[in-house]
């Protein structure tokens, strides 16, 4: 099986990466091919990778297409490999904000994943969802999920709105996460902590809180209520956020990223 990663950015060489270690792959069938000629040198670079100039060399040769570049370049790519695909390959893109449908069309294929991935899979730690055309059979899903693992985990959803959804909360999450950090990491200068302490106070603060989170069944709820006592420091933090409305504003913030990944949507 050779997969073939179209875009050399971040993100496709994040899964390139990734695939390169899973035991569904031999090593070098992984082709990477990007139009920056300052990617592609980086990508020669690396043993296990086969650095391609061409569509014409790589599209017909590959089984499995991973479509990773940004959603603008999307109607010329698509267009140029039109006359070189066919049908029995398998379609992966992570092109934010193009249907299915659209690929389906401008490639006159049927097999196609959509998927959102997010930032933390560049150290393994990602959450990517997808969902498929009818058209991918139960083996190429399979194949599809072992291969989005590399990174992290994979969650399947059942519709493309889904996709949208997790947009607006794994996919723009971190984001949010580091948004909450930075506040604190501000607070804890301003109380006196040099940076590098401010950095390691706040760091461990969410890794510790995540990790007992995830050996638990408790709910974020539960855990606030373990924390906070009547008429503590805690409890005072807490009611400041409940009398800011913190707990809206961060709602209303995951809808405006949903909200801006349908209407991108609906572009394509």
Known sequence: MKVLV???GNMGLTYATGMSRSKLLKKRNIMVLDK????????????HFDAMERLEDCVPK????FLAVKPYHAEELLGRMKELV????????????V????????????????AMPNLPAQVGKGLTSYVSAEEVSRLELFMTEGLLDTTGKSLRVKSEKYIDASTGISGSGPAYVFYFMQ???????????????????????FTGAVELFNQSNLTPDSWMERV?????TTRAALDSM????????IKEAAFAAFNRAVELGEEY
């Open 6 to 8: 179209i875009g050399a």
């Open 36 to 47: 920056s000629k300052e990617k592609m040198e980086e990508v020669g670079k690396i043993a």
């Open 62 to 65: 590959a089984d499995i297409i």
């Open 86 to 97: 066919n049908p029995e390959q398998l379609f992966i893109s992570i092109m934010a904000g």
């Open 99 to 114: 249907t299915i449908k659209y690929i389906q069309d401008a490639l006159g294929i049927k097999k196609v994943v959509r």
């Open 183 to 205: 506040s604190m990491m501000e607070a804890a200068l301003q109380m006196g902590f040099s940076e590098n302490v401010s950095k390691v106070l706040v760091s461990q603060t």
């Open 228 to 232: 906070a006592s009547k008429g503590g």
């Open 242 to 249: 409940q009398d800011n409305n913190v707990s809206e504003l």
